[in-house]
């Protein structure tokens, strides 16, 4: 089976990188030894957006540790059983061969029961939408089947006159995690446990202001900076879990200056960097430092174990459901508030699921 790979603007990249990106046709290949896998979706192909994101990207990133598997552009609008078809085998190539998914465009337009073939592959399964609305998400058209195959939902930076007060409200009762681009930007690392914990993560360019990022529909003078969107770029590519890391949103024909194209290349770089990172650690033995907390709230005594990895300077905490101790990554802001005998949400939101289930 054959996907149409758009080349011109970027052959001479390339071949430039020739040993690091190889470009997929056959999708019964062997692909051992790949790390990172491309697949961009457009509307149909006069869309410029993936080939503009790429040929910035190529300018970007020549490392000689890295092998990328390249399966083009596929386009929903030309055939759309065979779209389906070519995004159910490539999901299933990189399950098989353990390989990084980085999707450039609309993760909507994926069938719901393609993306739920992933989750046989996870104990669990959570997604991250890091965005300043939901409109035409791939979460406002399948809202009513969410909870079918994710455990967690965290929505995260959005703006209140963007948002519907009352949808939010029926998230925050589905025990759905919901925070407002405020809180987010007034310290972004305690928002990394997050990242860490996801399995799909999908940022938008819209959610990043106007001012560092033009090109996107219902983009906003406020939003994050070029800097904070590369910092949780950054965060993505540090999560052991994650299976899909989209970046969606962009539209070439609203660029200036390549901004947009230029950014969206700098947001897959920092992945990739972390990602890298994340690889060069995994022989390195973790070595934590553990601390006992008991959080009393309404004459509930909860016992909270934190454990705080010397090495990589992240926090878990844990607690027994049925005699099995659960993980679940934390911030200092979490393990510093229960000293203090107080919940923070995300704390609240774990603990409410326990007592509840």
């Given at each position: 089976m054959e996907i149409k790979i758009e080349k011109k603007d970027f052959t001479d990249f390339l071949q430039k990188i020739s040993s690091v990106v190889t470009d997929i046709y056959d999708l019964d290949s062997d692909l051992s030894g790949f790390q990172i896998?491309?697949?961009?979706?457009?509307?149909?192909?006069?869309?410029?957006?993936?080939?503009?994101?790429?040929?910035?990207l190529l300018e970007l990133y020549?490392?000689?540790?890295?092998?990328?598997?390249?399966?083009?552009?596929?386009?929903?609008?030309?055939d759309l059983i065979g779209f389906e078809q070519k995004i159910g085998k490539v999901f299933d190539l990189v399950s098989k061969f353990n390989i990084q998914l980085i999707l450039l465009g609309d993760l909507s337009?994926?069938?719901?029961?393609?993306?739920?073939?992933?989750?046989?592959?996870?104990?669990?399964?959570?997604?991250?939408?890091?965005?300043?609305?939901?409109?035409?998400?791939?979460?406002?058209?399948?809202?009513?089947?969410?909870?079918?195959?994710?455990?967690?939902?965290?929505?995260?930076?959005?703006?209140?006159?963007?948002?519907?007060?009352?949808?939010?409200?029926?998230?925050?009762?589905?025990?759905?995690?919901?925070?407002?681009?405020?809180?987010?930007?007034?310290?972004?690392?305690?928002?990394?446990?997050?990242?860490?914990?996801?399995?799909?993560?999908?940022?938008d360019m819209a959610s990043i202001k106007f001012a560092d990022?033009?090109?996107?529909?219902?983009?906003?003078?406020?939003?994050?900076?070029?800097?904070?969107i590369c910092r949780l770029a950054y965060m993505s590519g540090l999560s052991d879990?994650?299976?899909?890391?989209c970046l969606s949103g962009y539209s070439n024909k609203l660029d200036i200056a390549n901004t947009s194209a230029k950014l969206s290349a700098q947001i897959i770089w920092h992945f990739i960097d972390a990602y890298l990172f994340k690889k060069s650690q995994k022989n390195i033995n973790d070595d934590f430092k553990v601390f006992h907390v008991t959080v009393e709230k309404d004459n509930i005594k909860t016992e909270l174990k934190f454990s705080l990895c010397r090495n990589t300077n992240r926090w878990w905490f844990s607690f027994l459901d049925n005699g099995k101790e659960i993980f679940i990554p934390c911030s200092n802001i979490d393990y510093?508030?229960?000293?203090?005998?107080?919940?923070?949400?995300?704390?609240?939101?774990?603990?409410?699921?326990?007592?509840n289930s």
């Open positions: 896998a491309f697949i961009g979706i457009e509307e149909n192909d006069e869309s410029k957006n993936v080939i503009e994101i790429k040929k910035y020549k490392s000689a540790d890295l092998k990328i598997a390249d399966f083009g552009t596929v386009y929903y609008n030309a337009k994926i069938n719901f029961n393609i993306l739920s073939k992933l989750r046989k592959h996870n104990e669990d399964f959570n997604f991250l939408y890091l965005n300043s609305h939901l409109k035409n998400s791939f979460f406002e058209k399948y809202y009513e089947k969410f909870d079918s195959i994710f455990d967690d939902f965290y929505f995260l930076g959005f703006q209140n006159y963007m948002v519907n007060a009352q949808l939010i409200e029926k998230m925050n009762q589905k025990q759905y995690f919901c925070s407002r681009f405020s809180e987010l930007t007034n310290d972004l690392s305690d928002f990394e446990p997050f990242f860490r914990w996801s399995h799909i993560i999908q940022l990022s033009p090109a996107s529909e219902n983009v906003s003078p406020n939003g994050f900076s070029a800097n904070e879990k994650l299976n899909i890391f510093e508030s229960a000293k203090s005998n107080r919940f923070t949400k995300r704390i609240s939101l774990y603990v409410s699921k326990k007592h």
